[in-house]
């Protein structure tokens, strides 16, 4: 790796990731560009030309000042210390200062460090809990008072954990760990010809990019309208990425596989024209009838233009405008037609070396669709929030073949405090993390597993049960 | 064939992986001439391996057929002979992702093992990163390093036979992550702060015993790491069963209404066949692995 020192600073136009405590944040380096992080605001400018994580305190006017002393560690001076919390009770009254004394610090322009040892100092109980329990009290007013934001280089681990932190919704709740469980199963690696189907807000689809490092190919197989992938902005990737990322709507599979999809047109004859139009219309109506996917900016302006009464002035620039814009479009069409040829090149060999499928639609038709494409001997994986889609899943190859080695998982995760004689696990953990079912494809033969072969799922016992038990 | 590059077809000089059913796998180096037992038959390299594709279907001698596949850091860990402890995919998956693991990582670990991790590292960071890995048992680091090579890898890793607790990585400034998955990982901080690049990096330790845990910890601390966080990660297994659920018998119900002509009704007391409900559904294996290891992550900031 080019070990210049120029990709450790901020730039701007960079995307980053802003971090407080476990909050994560990703944005874009814009000049005068207001940023609301914790229900804090502030500019970003100040930080271009400063070093990747580096931590900024927000002072007056929303402005980042470099934070001199890193970590310094909490001065306080009252060395006591009581033994246990036998005298400590809960009246309410042991903090002298009010919200409002407080706020008039706050605005006195107090630093966060400073507001902490005034809270102190007016605490009657501080002087009486375990060194313990002061440590505590110190880092709940840290996480309250403190005004510092880190600024990170955006990563897939700091991607993953902000969306499962911030929106797991978006996400399908899928947790890091399971992406992470997802990126190995599938061997996702350099060079290879990855297919990624998933409405993860591209996370996942970033994720695969980062682990190929802009070697091989990624097809993004999109549903609806048009593909979704603001997360991979947020991954901040050089423009060489951009080049292995290839985009094909899944309406187009079965014609693909059926090889009657045709890509080849080369000037707007009327035939094609209206196929492309007939194309563009049907990607609208599915954009409609999805969840806003893409930006229906265009299919909204043209139903606006229809809502437009007479003023002829008006009317012939509009129709200018939209000779323009109807070149626009032609332009853009053929560029889609092309991107569309390139990636039905790619798929058209059946030759992928990898699927990944994490999605809120129903990941049956999906895989079952998607595994052909893939080589023998290739890994998938195919990610559900829930369990039931894909013991569905499990039972069609089953019974129709093409794949080894199937295995439906989760992953259980929990974090551990570590303190000298106070190591426990977190009071609260994750309840789950989303189901996966991953597996190698094999060969397809006409014939049926023999039954000689060892099935994977021991016979049901159906017949002795209930005869024997019934 | 190259555990970092796919290839089509079988040749000889490739390691194979015999799939032989669920759970049941093994290495092949295949040979020209060369032939294999298992518990279907022979397989003969020269006839049912070379020049097939990966993927496909072998018959064995006896009439049976297992699948050949094309080999793959995972398919490596549940069929590599074992010289050691080694570490399993779900934890494998969590370190790369957690360390930040990509093309053109630089990474330091200690002790190699039977190389399982490495095999897992090297798949990312190929094929412009390196690893360099420390094993300070002779053997095992004479081992891997053939396996290194015999798997096409060799070119990415650099296999030092050393105490890293003395004598550290045998890098210095360069490492963009270090894992650790030695007995006492607080002696080795110090050579992998040494070892990750000024500019920062990831480190990883891996210990089963939460003692363990406590003084790495410690020491993290200590030199100045930042975002310690130790965690946990346990794989469970669904296996797909199809089950049948007999529906009881409460006898005849004199409160309901009596059907229209059913005519004979089955007599109450012996049905022949009991009414059953058969579902697919998942259980959980009788035992699973409840540890492994405590992985504990942390961030070098610049120096």
């Known amino acids: 790796?080019?070990?210049?020192?120029?990709?450790?600073?901020?730039?701007?136009?960079?995307?980053?990731?802003?971090?407080?405590?476990?909050?994560?944040?990703?944005?874009?380096?814009?000049?005068?560009?207001?940023?609301?992080?914790?229900?804090?605001?502030?500019?970003?400018?100040?930080?271009?030309?400063?070093?990747?994580?580096?931590?900024?305190?927000?002072?007056?006017?929303?402005?980042?000042?470099?934070?001199?002393?890193?970590?310094?560690?909490?001065?306080?001076?009252?060395?006591?210390?009581?033994?246990?919390?036998?005298?400590?009770?809960?009246?309410?009254?042991?903090?002298?200062?009010?919200?409002?004394?407080?706020?008039?610090?706050?605005?006195?322009?107090?630093?966060?460090?400073?507001?902490?040892?005034?809270?102190?100092?007016?605490?009657?109980?501080?002087?009486?809990?375990?060194?313990?329990?002061?440590?505590?009290?110190?880092?709940?007013?840290?996480?309250?008072?403190?005004?510092?934001?880190?600024?990170?280089?955006?990563?897939?681990?700091?991607?993953?954990?902000?969306?499962?932190?911030?929106?797991?919704?978006?996400?399908?709740?899928?947790?890091?760990?399971?992406?992470?469980?997802?990126?190995?199963?599938?061997?996702?690696?350099?060079?290879?010809?990855?297919?990624?189907?998933?409405?993860?807000?591209?996370?996942?689809?970033?994720?695969?990019?980062?682990?190929?490092?802009?070697?091989?190919?990624?097809?993004?197989?999109?549903?609806?309208?048009?593909?979704?992938?603001?997360?991979?902005?947020?991954?901040?990737?050089?423009a060489n990425f951009h080049d292995m990322l290839h985009e094909f709507p899944i309406c187009h599979v079965n014609s693909l596989l059926a090889g009657t999809l045709d890509t080849t047109a080369k000037d707007p004859t009327a035939v094609t024209d209206e196929k492309q139009s007939?194309?563009?219309?049907?990607?609208?109506?599915?954009?409609?009838?999805?969840?806003?996917?893409?930006?229906?900016?265009?299919?909204?302006?043209?139903?606006?233009?229809?809502?437009?009464?007479?003023?002829?002035?008006?009317?012939?620039?509009?129709?200018?405008?939209?000779?323009?814009?109807?070149?626009?479009?032609?332009?853009?069409?053929?560029?889609?037609?092309?991107?569309?040829?390139?990636?039905?090149?790619?798929?058209?060999g059946r030759d992928a070396d990898g699927l990944v499928i994490a999605s809120r639609f129903h990941p049956c038709p999906v895989l079952m669709g998607l595994l052909k494409f893939l080589s023998p001997s290739r890994p998938f994986v195919v990610y559900s929030q829930y369990k039931e889609p894909l013991i569905e899943c499990y039972t069609k190859l089953k019974e129709h073949g093409g794949a080894v080695s199937l295995r439906l998982t989760d992953t259980w995760l929990r974090h551990y405090q570590v303190l000298p004689n106070r190591t426990h696990p977190l009071l609260l953990m994750s309840g789950g993390g989303g189901y996966l079912l991953s597996g190698t494809t094999v060969t397809m033969d006409g014939a049926k597993p023999a039954g000689s072969q060892r099935a994977e799922e021991p016979a049901a016992k159906r017949p002795k049960l209930t005869h024997t038990e019934g | 064939m190259s555990f970092v590059e796919y290839s089509d077809f079988i040749q000889d000089g490739d390691v194979a992986i015999i799939y032989l059913g669920h759970d049941s796998m093994m290495p092949v180096k295949v040979q020209q001439g060369a032939q294999t037992q298992t518990r279907y038959g022979v397989i003969r390299h020269s006839t049912d391996l070379i020049g097939q594709r990966y993927g496909s279907k072998v018959t064995c001698s006896k009439g049976g057929w297992v699948h050949v596949l094309h080999p793959t850091p995972e398919l490596w860990t549940v069929c590599l002979p074992h010289r050691t402890q080694i570490l399993y995919t779900t934890d494998i998956a969590t370190i790369t992702m957690m360390l930040e693991l990509k093309p053109g990582s630089i990474v330091c670990e200690s002790g190699t093992g039977s190389g399982s991790l490495s095999h897992g590292i090297l798949r990312t960071i190929a094929p412009t990163g390196h690893l360099h890995t420390v094993e300070f048992h002779q053997q095992r680091a004479e081992k891997v390093a053939e396996e290194f090579k015999e798997h096409r890898v060799g070119h990415l890793v650099t296999v030092r036979n050393q105490d890293v607790c003395k004598d550290g990585f045998g890098v210095t400034g360069v490492a963009d992550a270090v894992f650790l998955d030695i007995p006492s990982p607080w002696e080795a901080v110090g050579h992998a702060k040494a070892a990750l690049k000024t500019q920062g990096g990831r480190l990883c330790s891996f210990s089963p015993c939460i003692e363990q845990v406590q003084r790495t910890c410690e020491v993290l601390t200590d030199h100045g790491f930042e975002e310690i966080s130790t965690m946990e990660v346990l794989l469970r297994v669904h296996d797909v069963r199809t089950v049948p659920l007999p529906l009881p018998d409460f006898g005849p119900d004199p409160s309901a209404q009596t059907q229209p002509e059913t005519g004979e009704e089955p007599h109450p007391m012996c049905s022949p066949n009991p009414p059953s409900i058969t579902m697919k559904t998942t259980t959980p294996p009788r035992e699973m692995p409840g540890h492994t290891g405590y992985l504990t992550f942390a961030t070098k900031p610049r120096t």
């Not at chain 1, 874009?28 to 580096?54: C, M, T």
């Open chain 1, 1 to 238: 790796m080019a070990d210049d020192e120029s990709q450790y600073t901020i730039k701007e136009g960079d995307y980053v990731v802003l971090k407080r405590g476990d909050i994560f944040k990703a944005v874009q380096i814009q000049p005068r560009k207001k940023v609301i992080f914790e229900k804090q605001w502030f500019f970003l400018d100040n930080a271009v030309g400063h070093l990747y994580s580096s931590t900024f305190e927000i002072v007056s006017g929303g402005t980042l000042q470099p934070q001199k002393l890193r970590g310094t560690e909490s001065s306080t001076d009252a060395k006591e210390a009581g033994t246990d919390n036998r005298n400590i009770v809960d009246d309410g009254k042991s903090q002298k200062l009010t919200r409002d004394d407080i706020e008039t610090l706050k605005e006195k322009g107090l630093k966060g460090q400073e507001i902490i040892q005034q809270l102190i100092k007016n605490s009657s109980t501080f002087r009486g809990k375990t060194e313990y329990a002061q440590d505590k009290y110190i880092k709940k007013k840290k996480k309250k008072y403190e005004n510092t934001v880190t600024i990170l280089k955006p990563s897939c681990r700091i991607l993953a954990m902000m969306y499962h932190g911030r929106e797991p919704g978006k996400i399908c709740h899928l947790r890091y760990d399971t992406l992470a469980q997802m990126l190995t199963l599938a061997n996702i690696h350099a060079g290879s010809k990855v297919l990624v189907f998933e409405t993860c807000a591209g996370l996942v689809l970033g994720a695969v990019m980062e682990r190929m490092g802009g070697y091989g190919s990624v097809i993004q197989m999109y549903p609806g309208g048009g593909p979704v992938r603001a997360g991979v902005e947020s991954f901040g990737f050089p």
């Open chain 1, 278 to 348: 007939s194309m563009v219309a049907e990607e609208q109506q599915s954009q409609s009838g999805l969840e806003h996917q893409g930006s229906p900016e265009e299919w909204l302006r043209e139903t606006n233009n229809s809502d437009d009464i007479g003023q002829d002035q008006e009317q012939k620039q509009k129709e200018k405008r939209k000779e323009a814009k109807a070149e626009e479009k032609k332009v853009k069409l053929e560029k889609k037609r092309k991107k569309l040829a390139a990636a039905a090149d790619l798929l058209k």
